[in-house]
């Protein structure tokens, strides 16, 4: 697909979703529907992003390539942000990262601020996500970079040196390239959840 006809796409999924959205503000009838759908999308996420918590605390720890499996969750925040606004996305970070808080052994409070991080740099690299495959993977790369550094850094100056150093290494080396991979793979799917106008 030529980069003219993808960005003519672009425009064109932007000013639809922009005139949708604006004709149902301008109609008064239409705004308990549309709080009650909004309310709807955050709930059907936030049951999303437990299913991902269980499934990382569980089967994702059994699927793993040089003993470092993906990041389901990170994965489900820069979804998320396709479709959920901004108090929502920050909101479903927070909550993501005490669920793993509150499975682990780690001082609490580590993942919920690192995903919260995350969280809040997916709501402003959302509309980059619907520029194409690699894009939105080198995206979710990044995103799964920060988690990752952020983690690791804020755990060493709250003392937990648990964390052995080669290990911590690994995992900021390794769990972002296996979510790129995850991320290209799933963009067929992926891409079907982008709101451009959403803000």
Sequence with gaps: MSSRFRSRRYRARRESARTVTGSLSRRGSFLPLQRSIRWGHGLAWLGVMVVAVV????????????????????????????????????????????????SGTAVLGLWSFSLT?????????????????????????????????????ISIAFGDWSLVIWEALRRITLTPVLNFLMAVMLFPLSSRLWVPSLK
Excluded: C, K
């Excluded at 040089?66 to 108090?87: E, H, K, M, Q, W």
């Excluded at 809040?120 to 970079?145: C, D, K, S």
């Design 55 to 102: 499934l990382q605390m569980s089967v994702m720890g059994r699927i793993q390539v040089a003993g470092v499996s993906p990041d389901l969750v990170t994965l489900v925040i820069a979804y998320a942000a396709f479709r959920v606004r901004d108090n929502g996305i920050l909101f479903l970070g927070f909550t993501g990262g005490l669920l793993l808080d509150a």
């Design 117 to 153: 991080l995350v969280a809040w740099v997916a709501m402003f690299t959302r509309e980059q996500g619907g520029r194409g495959v690699a894009v939105n993977a080198l995206r979710i790369l990044f995103l799964t970079l920060l988690g990752m550094v952020a983690h690791t850094v």
